[in-house]
Structures are given as structure tokens and as C-alpha cells.
T-cell receptor, first 114, second 114 residues
Framework: AQSVSQHNHHVILSEAASLELGCNYS??????LFWYVQYPGQHLQLLLK??????LVKGIKGFEAEFIKSKFSFNLRKPSVQWSDTAEYFC????????????FGKGTLLTVNP | EPEVTQTPSHQVTQMGQEVILRCVPI?????FYWYRQILGQKVEFLVS????????KSEIFDDQFSVERPDGSNFTLKIRSTKLEDSAMYFC????????????FGPGTRLTVL
């Protein structure tokens, strides 16, 4: 069965600090990986995704993530966070064998203090 | 930019009552999903729907749940007899048929069962 673990429940940073959110997954097959963000009061939005090719993917708003197959990881990074990055971040996986349904991690709440 | 829409944004109902949650997927999308998120827990897959039939459902999606695409635009989730534990945020998502495509999420319906 597929599963996703996000290591941090709540991360608090000051503006301009660097961010790394951990995500590990378990999936028996070719995997697609996603990071979604949910800003307060808004719906889930795609930040970035990995399907194949370059394991370092860049998304919107300066976010990037690196797929490390040997570690089953897909960590999200941003070199300098802003107050507007305050949101909940969800890592998710899917694949052909799962009918492409998404399996989500529990989410990480990021609070950025001005 | 096209969006997935959901109505209502908030539904309050009494235990045992039937509720219908409505979604309008993006117009050229053909694969539809329902997910739910109980407060404080992860987003969970409920059901996927393609070509006018359920393609996969989770253990959560028991006989009390049903989905329908009554016309060319709406996609509904019905809960026949609501229970307290059905209280959650319900998200609709859609994607183009291609397996690696992104799922786009609606803003969600918050269901409160009293």
C-alpha cells in the first residue's frame, strides 16, 4: 500500500530563513510526486510535481523539490521564505497502479513570522 | 484560468439526513475524484470516477455513499444517512485523462453533522 510521511507537523520560521520540509513515501511502482499548498481559507493548489527526468524540479513562488529515489524522498525547499508563504503544505504520491488516486501526507503547517 | 467549483461551501445537517455535495469539474477533464479531510487528519481518497462509472473506491466509501454525473457538468457526492463521523471537508478534484496529469482541486465543502 502506498503511504506518505511528512516529518514536521508545524514549522515556524522568520522571514528570509531557508525552508526544507521533509517527505518520504512508500510505493510499489513508478511514482509521481507532488507538493500541494493550502493557504488559509483557500483550496489545495499545486506547487510542483515530479513525473520523470531531472530529479530537481522547480515550482511556483520560488519553491523547488528534489526527488531522491534511493531515499524514497521528495523534500521541498525554498531559500528565503516570506510571510505570504504561511500555509499548510502537503506532499502526495500517485501512480498507474493506484488508478492515479493521490495519497497525501498529514501536512506541515508553516508559519512565517515577519 | 478554469477552476473546479463546489457548492455549498458549508453544509450543516442532522445525523441521519441525506446530503448531496456538488462539484463542477474543469470542462475538458474526464477523470473525477472525491477526497475528504477530517479536522486535524490527512486528506483521504474516497472515490474516482471515469466514463460514467466508479473506477476505484476506498474502504471509507461504503453503501452510504454514492456518486453521480447527472449531466455534462456536475459531479455529485451523496451521503444517504449521515453520521457524526462524516463531518469533514470534502474536496472534489478533476484531471485530463492522461495518467500523469495534475489533479485540480475545488475549494471544498465543509460538512458538519450534528
Amino acid at each position: 500500500a502506498q503511504s506518505v510521511s511528512q516529518h514536521n507537523h508545524h514549522v515556524i520560521l522568520s522571514e528570509a530563513a531557508s525552508l526544507e520540509l521533509g517527505c518520504n513515501y512508500s510505493y510499489g511502482g513508478t511514482v509521481n510526486l507532488f507538493w500541494y499548498v493550502q493557504y488559509p481559507g483557500q483550496h489545495l493548489q499545486l506547487l510542483l510535481k515530479y513525473f520523470s527526468g531531472d530529479p530537481l524540479v522547480k515550482g511556483i513562488k520560488g519553491f523547488e523539490a528534489e526527488f531522491i529515489k534511493s531515499k524514497f524522498s521528495f523534500n521541498l525547499r525554498k531559500p528565503s521564505v516570506q510571510w505570504s508563504d504561511t500555509a499548510e503544505y502537503f506532499c502526495a504520491v500517485n501512480g498507474k497502479g493506484s488508478n492515479y488516486k493521490l495519497t497525501f501526507g498529514k501536512g506541515t503547517l508553516l508559519t512565517v513570522n515577519p | 484560468e478554469p477552476e473546479v467549483t463546489q457548492t455549498p461551501s458549508h453544509q450543516v445537517t442532522q445525523m441521519g439526513q441525506e446530503v448531496i455535495l456538488r462539484c463542477v469539474p474543469i470542462s475538458n477533464h474526464l477523470y473525477f475524484y472525491w477526497y475528504r479531510q477530517i479536522l486535524g487528519q490527512k486528506v483521504e481518497f474516497l472515490v474516482s470516477f471515469y466514463n460514467n462509472e466508479i473506477s476505484e473506491k476506498s474502504e471509507i466509501f461504503d453503501d452510504q455513499f454514492s456518486v453521480e454525473r447527472p449531466d455534462g457538468s456536475n459531479f455529485t457526492l451523496k451521503i444517504r444517512s449521515t453520521k457524526l463521523e462524516d463531518s469533514a471537508m470534502y474536496f472534489c478534484a478533476s484531471r485530463v485523462v492522461g495518467g500523469a496529469d495534475t489533479q485540480y482541486f475545488g475549494p471544498g465543502t465543509r460538512l458538519t453533522v450534528l
